[in-house]
């Protein structure tokens, strides 16, 4: 049984920090693709970081709307992999899902296996 558990939403101003973390039960997070998706109100849920397992010579992508901003890492001692997002902007408001998928990674949505339950991130003055 697998268990995705997130925190670490919130509100913040344009410009501000927060950090998302992702707790995963009964699966590794070094051994599989691990990212995180977001949805804004009335779109598609989107893919905005994923960093492959360790095993892959790939390491990390960034959708270009948050590269230099986002950092995907996880930590393999707790079992739990971030997403750490700085520079805020108004467009990054939405509900942000972790997610694994068993083996390599994809960008697409559907392909994932396991999902958290969203944790709401609100850019706002």
């Known amino acids: 049984q697998v268990e995705l558990v997130e925190s670490g939403g919130g509100s913040v101003q344009p410009g501000g920090s927060l950090r998302l973390s992702c707790d995963a039960l009964?699966?590794?997070?070094?051994?599989?693709?691990v990212a995180w998706f977001r949805q804004g109100s009335g779109k598609e849920r989107e893919q905005v970081a994923r960093?492959?397992?360790?095993?892959?010579?790939?390491?990390?992508y960034y959708a270009d709307s948050v590269k230099g901003r986002f950092t995907i890492s996880r930590d393999t001692t707790k079992n739990t992999f971030y997403l750490q997002m700085r520079y805020l902007q108004t467009p990054d408001t939405g509900t942000y899902y972790c997610?694994?998928?068993?083996?390599?990674?994809?960008?697409?949505?559907?392909?994932?296996?396991?999902w958290g339950q969203g944790t709401q991130v609100t850019v706002a003055l």
């Open positions: 997610s694994i998928r068993v083996g390599g990674c994809t960008s697409r949505a559907g392909d994932f296996d396991y």
């Open positions: 009964g699966s590794n997070v070094n051994h599989n693709c």
């Open positions: 960093r492959y397992p360790s095993t892959s010579t790939d390491n990390a």
